[in-house]
């Protein structure tokens, strides 16, 4: 790529990994040098937090702030409602009215660890798109935007053509998405001169028709930068585990879990993610990224500690960190003390082999490294070896908090929610 950003924000974007693409790059960075630009991210509340998945974003909008831009948050009201399909292979099931503004309150909690919202005169906002999508009348929106987009343009969006090439349902409901998505660019450009949307790259279809929007209507210039979409070394989608979805809000998952969760990324990550969603100098993030083996491992911990320190705060962080040398230091740590993990009730059925719960709780990234631990005599239940690869833990067997150890350091209280 020759493009060479004379912005901060642009060499930042570049320099740490989130740029994928970009419309008028050239032109962008000339107005993030000589102007604050109000920029915004879309999320929508089909939960009640976030997951790590959408940490890229949250990170975006924290680096637009530190360089003197004003982020705009804007939570999905109204599109929840309808459901994004952009690569997605099913349509999503509608929530109602009443969950969508009982999980828009509990995402907000998460911003404000990485954004401020109360001084300087780039501060934060958060909207909610639902202040302008309920207001709008279905034929007036006909005849205002209807013109604007054409059926042949929007089936030509890589979203929409792979639900259609698998003969896998997309209904009128998800096919107005994109509209609506756009009618968010040209509100938040004509009531906050909003000019740049960002998102992954999946969302390139839909900013570029809110540029578009912008251009017919407001005849404005406006951008769209997407990062990448984040997948593991193993080319697994960032945010889920064999165990479900890594969770930002500390109410959804213990500041020890989400510490773990970053303490066990995979070595060829460690560089990447210290990048991403730390604060680090960049110059740190590449003497850490080079180190091997043992050292590696000092990496993890200082990557774990990073992040949890952002999304929870700097006491959760060191506790965090504080428990996790206890435990995997000491086999006689109290077994109050312990860290809790609850493993999904629909996941077990009525019983689950030992070498997949131990995956399922962190301790091994495979059932194969799982078979191996225990066949090494490393897997250990309420402090009993078991040597046997085809164990299986029964749901009566959780009647208590149940012990499951692998080798002397990790040990966890398992129970079952």
């Not at 639900?163 to 009618?183: G, H, P, T």
């Not at 889920?240 to 995979?266: C, H, P, Y």
């Not at 949890?308 to 006689?332: C, D, I, M, P, W």
Request: hydrophobic share 35%; glycine share 6%.
């Amino acid at each position: 790529m020759n493009f060479q950003p004379k912005s901060n924000f642009m060499r930042i974007m570049l320099e740490r990994g989130f740029y994928n693409d970009c419309t008028g790059a050239e032109s962008l960075d000339e107005k993030l040098k000589s102007t604050t630009v109000s920029g915004y991210i879309g999320f929508d509340a089909t939960a009640k937090s976030l997951h790590v998945g959408s940490l890229t974003q949250i990170m975006m909008l924290y680096w637009l702030q530190e360089c003197g831009h004003k982020p705009i948050v804007l939570m999905g009201g109204g599109t929840t409602k309808i459901g994004d399909p952009s690569f997605r292979s099913e349509e999503r099931t509608l929530l109602s009215e009443e969950k969508i503004n009982e999980n828009i309150g509990t995402i907000k909690k998460a911003f404000s660890n990485y954004i401020n919202f109360d001084h300087g005169d780039n501060r934060a906002i958060i909207l909610d798109n639902s202040e302008w999508l309920d207001q709008l009348n279905y034929i007036e929106m006909l005849r205002k935007f209807g013109s604007q987009f054409t059926i042949g343009r929007m089936l030509t969006f890589e979203s929409v053509k792979q639900r259609l090439e698998r003969e896998q349902s997309l209904s009128f409901l998800e096919f107005n998405y994109m509209i609506l998505q756009a009618i968010d660019f040209l509100e938040l450009k004509i009531r906050h001169n909003c000019i740049l949307q960002m998102g992954g790259s999946d969302q390139w279809g839909n900013i570029v028709n809110g540029i578009e929007l912008i251009r017919r209507i407001d005849r404005s210039e406006s951008f769209g930068l997407t990062s990448n979409l984040l997948t593991t070394a193993d080319g697994k989608k960032m945010g889920k585990t064999q165990s479900g979805a890594v969770w930002i809000n500390e109410d959804m998952l213990s500041s020890f879990d989400f510490w773990q969760f970053w303490r066990n990324t995979d070595d060829k990550d460690v560089f990447r993610f210290l990048k991403l969603f730390t604060t680090m100098d960049i110059q740190e993030c590449e003497r850490l990224g080079k180190l091997k083996n043992e050292e590696l491992n000092e990496a993890k911990v200082i990557l774990a500690t990073e992040v949890t320190r952002l999304a929870h705060g700097e006491q959760a962080s060191e506790n965090a960190k504080r428990a996790a040398y206890e435990v995997f230091s000491s086999s006689n740590t109290p077994i109050n003390s312990l860290p809790k993990h609850n493993l999904r009730e629909d996941l077990i059925s009525h019983e689950i082999p030992l070498f997949k719960a131990l995956v399922l709780i962190g301790f091994c990234n495979s059932n194969k490294e799982a078979k191996r631990l225990i066949s090494e005599n490393g897997a250990r239940v309420n402090d009993k070896i078991i040597t046997n690869i085809e164990y299986s833990l029964k749901t009566d067997d959780f009647s208590e908090p149940l012990k499951i150890s692998a080798g002397k350091k990790r040990h966890v209280l398992v129970t079952i929610a």
